[in-house]
């Protein structure tokens, strides 16, 4: 048998170049793709394959910004689902292609996930006094003064991005029927604990699992009950109130879950029901009247929910808008809630209509809705 090299030296040196040719102009046809074309491929491809897209050649790297400014094109991101816990490994659920990606973040191993904002997760371990922020995509990591050891927040969120000298992190539990808040601001040492009671003081307030959400300064949680909380931080004793809602006596006796979201200029609130359909409710709140009002559309919102993080987003694609997605799953399958049929689906536009089949949906009640962004913060993890 002849060998490839003793094939090749039967060639001509004028065929030889012409197959040289022929392998350029195949390797150039990937690197001579319309920039149109690119922008498409590009709009789909999920952030963990980003910065091998721009690896691709010259021509893939100028069709895709900077990592840095990705936060300026809506169009590359997309809430995912963090998935994390002690016996699985650390996962990302895309939402839109129903696909789960499985990641090494070492960092996220033995620890409980706060609260995501402005790209940056708010993480604690050990005994829960232990607290530092961390970037999931680029894994830069930022140390903040202990949890003093005699307090315990039930809930704890932050303002801005921990680079920013404007962010404020804020813990909140109940004692005794009142709101203890502990704060600390960016490049403090100490936190400061403060105690704050309602006039309401008959009316006990117990906080839902969902963390509270910042509004024009001020703070909105939501009680077990539907109740709504509001809070100044750093505002006068008399700056926490309790607003009395007067939800259907079935409804009341029958809420399961309380999940509270800004979206737009609106506060909205979302309820999920006991009972086999597991009924799901959305509210806006009434500033003048501070009660929930019922909304049966969403239009072209889409609500992502969970205890430690709520986002909505404007979809611009078709069929995403009025629906909820949930850290719910029915075998492999990502769960949403569509207010247009009132019932649960699967991504195969399955409607899950069996009250065993909607009660047996798999709840990942720590899982972590993100917003993949990428810090422009390089060299050494930045001091708080």
Not at 43 to 56: E, G, K, L, N
Not at 181 to 205: A, N, P, Y
Not at 248 to 260: E, G
């Amino acid at each position: 048998m002849m060998s490839k090299a003793i094939l090749v030296s039967t060639l001509s040196s004028s065929e030889i170049h012409q197959e040289l040719r022929d392998e350029k102009k195949e390797d150039d046809s990937w690197s001579s793709l319309p920039e149109e074309l690119l922008s498409l491929m590009l709009s789909r491809v999920y952030f963990s394959d980003y910065p091998r897209f721009r690896a691709t050649c010259a021509s893939w790297q100028r069709a895709s910004p900077p990592l840095e400014l990705t936060l300026h094109y809506p169009k590359y991101q997309s809430p995912c689902l963090l998935l994390h816990g002690l016996r699985r490994a650390i996962e990302f659920f895309n939402p839109m292609y129903n696909i789960t990606y499985k990641t090494d973040i070492s960092e996220l191993s033995h620890i409980t996930v706060y609260s995501f904002n402005h790209g940056w997760l708010l993480m604690g371990s050990g005994d829960g006094h232990h607290t530092f922020f961390l970037d999931p995509f680029t894994k830069v990591k930022i140390e903040i003064p202990n949890i003093p050891s005699n307090i315990t927040f039930s809930k704890i969120c932050f303002t801005s991005s921990p680079t920013c000298l404007d962010c404020m992190v804020i813990g909140f539990t109940i004692i005794l029927g009142d709101l203890r808040v502990g704060i600390i601001k960016h490049g403090e040492e100490k936190w400061t604990i403060e105690d704050f009671r309602s006039s309401q003081f008959w009316l006990r307030f117990h906080l839902s699992d969902c963390n509270p959400i910042l509004h024009n300064g001020w703070y909105y949680c939501l009680d077990t009950a539907g109740n709504l909380g509001v809070l100044k931080p750093e505002s006068v004793r008399d700056s926490w109130h309790i607003y009395p809602q007067r939800l259907p006596w079935k409804l009341r006796d029958t809420l399961r879950q309380c999940f509270i979201v800004e979206s737009n200029e609106d506060i909205l609130s979302v309820f999920v029901y006991c009972g086999g359909d597991r009924r799901v409710c959305v509210y806006k709140l009434d500033f003048s009247k501070m009660v929930w009002e019922r909304i049966e559309d969403l239009g072209n919102r889409t609500l992502y929910i969970s205890n430690t993080t709520s986002f909505s987003t404007n979809s611009t694609i078709r069929g995403m808008g009025n629906k909820i997605f949930f850290p719910k799953f029915n075998g492999k399958d990502g769960v949403f809630y569509s207010l247009a049929s009132k019932r649960y689906h699967t991504y195969d536009d399955d409607a899950c209509e069996n009250p065993r089949e909607i009660k047996e949906l798999k709840e990942f009640v720590w899982a972590t809705w993100v917003l993949p962004q990428f810090a422009s913060v390089s060299g050494e993890d930045p001091k708080w």
